[in-house]
């Protein structure tokens, strides 16, 4: 089958398509999925870089998102049939409640070998089948960036009807954090560097735009929109946007710490923090409880995965420039099926 393997050596220009031997199954609850489609996140750009976590065992197969075909189970398989279509949890090890330290470190894409292949071999436990009315495509959007959402907004966050939630621009985590809020009945203000993506983002369902590049002091404006702050914030900036984030909330509002996009460290005066009693609360994706009960309410409000555009298993490369550039809306999705099943 074939694969995208980094070799000898991080970097983009190293990551090349390779045949690699079958995978088969090999324990009782292994299942063996035909890959149909996966789809990029920003982490995928670290990985391969090697700016995530240079230390990562190569040789290596990237990327942390997959929706396929059922082709085989193993003897003691009951949940999953030949012909089901499903996606693979990020962090196998992560069932439900409280992870430990290796079961959230013990990830798909890094330090496991990832989905940019055409097979995979994934036990029964860490796979939930794919929403009926979504495409393999729109699939493929949801183990990483859609449940890092839910994770922070409704695992976390416990999100109320009238609750206001802050997203940070427009990208993949975003847009999901943005669907999630408005069909639990919140408010929500998208900020974006482009007046385009605001107008997109209106169209979406969000209640008031904010351009960061023109508004600097975007909290106080958060401010002056919700009286008291915001009740949530979807913070994928980092140390760069958090004194904003942090002017931005109310009083015993929840930050979702999730992202490092606008930069490393930076001084930061954290006295309003512990003033206004604010949550800081650390994400990473989720556990695969987590997964089924967001794709239970996906089901149940038809949620439309935003898909920017969707490239050919052999132009895996150029996709993730095109993430690199910032340009798009939502997701990136790379579909494996342009080549013939080997
Ligand atoms: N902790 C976790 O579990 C987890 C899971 C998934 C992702 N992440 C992290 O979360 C971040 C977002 O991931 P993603 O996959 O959604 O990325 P993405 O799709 O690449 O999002 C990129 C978008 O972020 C926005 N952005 C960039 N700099 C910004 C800034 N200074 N202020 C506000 N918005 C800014 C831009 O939106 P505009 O063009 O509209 O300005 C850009 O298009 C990344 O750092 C990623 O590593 C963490």
């Known amino acids: 089958m074939k694969a995208f393997e980094l070799q000898n050596n991080f970097g983009l220009e190293n990551l090349k398509l390779i045949e690699r031997p079958e995978p088969k199954i090999i324990n009782p609850n292994d299942v063996l999925i035909k890959i149909k489609a996966t789809s990029l996140n920003f982490r995928d750009y670290l990985v391969v870089t090697g700016k995530y976590n240079p230390k990562f065992k190569l040789p290596f197969v990237p990327l942390s998102d997959g929706a396929g ?21 990020f962090a196998p090890k992560w069932l439900d409640g409280d992870a430990t330290y290796e079961q959230s470190r013990f990830t798909l894409g890094g330090p496991l070998d990832g989905t940019l292949m055409e097979k995979k071999v994934y036990p029964d436990y860490a796979l939930v089948k794919i929403p009926s009315y979504m495409s393999y495509e729109e699939a493929a959007t949801l183990p990483c960036a859609a449940l890092t959402s839910w994770s ?57 735009v904010i351009n960061y590049k023109t508004e600097i002091e975007w909290g106080k404006k958060v401010k002056e929109i919700t009286g008291n702050g915001a009740d949530h914030i979807i913070e994928v900036g980092g140390a760069g946007t958090l004194e904003q ?70 132009e895996s490369v150029q996709a993730i420039e095109y993430l690199k550039t910032g340009s798009h809306f939502g997701k990136i999705v790379i579909r494996l099926d342009s080549l013939p099943l080997t």
């Open 245 to 314: 984030s942090i002017k931005a909330i109310r009083p015993f509002g929840q930050i979702s710490l999730i992202g490092i996009l606008a930069g490393g460290a930076k001084d930061l005066n954290l006295l309003p923090v512990l003033m206004n009693n604010i949550k800081l609360q650390g994400i990473l994706v989720g556990s695969k409880a987590g997964l089924a009960a967001m794709c239970k309410a996906f089901e149940f409000h038809k949620t439309k995965p935003i898909i920017d555009k969707v490239f050919p298993f052999e």
């Open 152 to 208: 922070s907004l409704v695992t976390y966050g416990r999100i109320f009807p009238g609750d206001t939630v802050v997203v940070l621009g427009t990208g993949g985590v975003s847009i999901f954090a943005l669907q999630i809020a408005k069909f639990h009945g919140a408010k929500v203000i998208v900020t974006s560097g482009s007046d385009e993506k605001l107008e997109q983002a209106k169209s979406l369902g969000a209640d008031y």
């Open 69 to 89: 075909e059922v082709l085989e189970v193993g003897l003691t398989v009951t949940d999953f049939k030949v012909g089901d279509r499903v996606i693979l949890q």
